[in-house]
DNA sequence: CTCAGTGTTCAGTG
DNA sequence: TCACTGAACACTGA
């Protein structure tokens, strides 16, 4: 699920849950893997009472600023989300009629309680998420390592043109890249090469100035969409290869009839349409 | 029962 | 150092 318009939602969520609130108590599973090593323990006595001053995003990482430190950074892996009924995305994709109404949710690794009666959860299925706490989460390792954020901090053109030309890697492998762009993950980075028109195995270096420039335009842009639409799939665009991708299906075709293949880059699967990427 | 998978990290190779 | 690959992590859901 999380790719960074995910992950900005998921912020949406711990936002309207808990901002300027104080974490009054709160239920922590004991998974080490989760918490990297912490126990239920710590990790409550680091968070209860604290004042949540606001909520942080880069890339696919989530951070709070509470009124003392550390602070707690949020990664969902694969499969992890905040949920919370002061904003819940289930509810929303539905329309309201949702069996899926049962609280807490399955696999919640971290339940806050919050001084007005909003409640925040982190679930996480496949314990490929992390809950960790640093000092100062921007300037720590993983946070402190990633590129760009491309929603909130996209290159101007011609530094973007810089950073390509630096980069020899295939374009597939460097927009997976978290230390080139953070947020960006495996559907995006299909989806950004397929509206740019751009072969995934291009290396970055050799792309002409108007290969460049759409690559600079597409990646802000469907990224700006996914998340003006809350990351909501029912909402992109319908000509979006989104929509064709899932399932490796030999019969895949695009919005406008054209062959989808699948190939493997970077240790990922990737669906493209040979007729219109160059 | 098998296996892919929307993510990250690390060891190993060239 | 860079570029890249493969494996490991963990476990659900198809």
Redo the contacts with the bound molecule.
């Keep these: 699920?999380?790719?960074l318009p995910?992950v900005e939602f998921g912020r949406k969520v711990a936002s309207a849950a808990g901002l300027g609130r104080v974490i009054r108590s709160l239920e922590v599973e004991a998974d080490e893997?989760v918490f990297c090593g912490d126990s239920p323990r710590s990790v409550k006595r680091r968070l209860k009472g604290a004042r949540v001053e606001a909520v942080h995003r880069k890339?696919?990482y989530i951070w709070f600023a509470l009124d003392r430190r550390p602070w707690p950074i949020f990664?969902f892996?694969?499969t992890g989300a905040f949920r919370s009924p002061a904003l819940d995305p289930l509810k929303l994709a539905s329309h309201g009629k949702q069996k899926d109404t049962i609280w807490p949710p399955r696999f919640a690794k971290i339940w806050m309680h919050f001084d007005d009666g909003n409640e925040l959860v982190m679930t996480n299925?496949?314990?490929?998420g992390r809950i960790r706490f640093a000092e100062d989460p921007r300037l720590s390792p993983?946070i402190a390592k990633l590129g760009f954020d491309p929603l909130l901090e996209m290159p101007r053109l011609p530094q973007f043109r810089r950073q390509l030309a630096a980069?020899?890697?295939?374009l597939k492998?460097?927009l997976?890249d978290?230390s080139f762009a953070a947020g960006v993950?495996?559907?995006i980075a299909d989806e950004v090469l397929y509206q740019a028109a751009l072969d995934p195995r291009r290396?970055a270096h050799e792309l002409d100035a108007d290969e460049q420039k759409r690559l600079h335009q597409k990646l802000r842009a469907v990224i700006q969409k996914a998340v003006e639409v809350d990351a909501r799939k029912d909402r992109f665009p319908r000509r979006w290869l989104f929509h064709r991708r899932w399932g490796?299906q030999s019969e895949a075709r695009t919005h406008d009839g054209e062959r989808v293949e699948f190939l493997e880059?970077?240790?990922?699967?990737t669906a493209w349409v040979p007729t219109r990427q160059r």
């Design positions: 699920m999380p790719e995910e893997i890339g696919k990664h892996g694969m299925a496949r314990r490929l993983p980069r020899k890697s295939q492998g460097l997976l978290q993950g495996n559907w290396r490796k880059i970077a240790g990922r699967t």
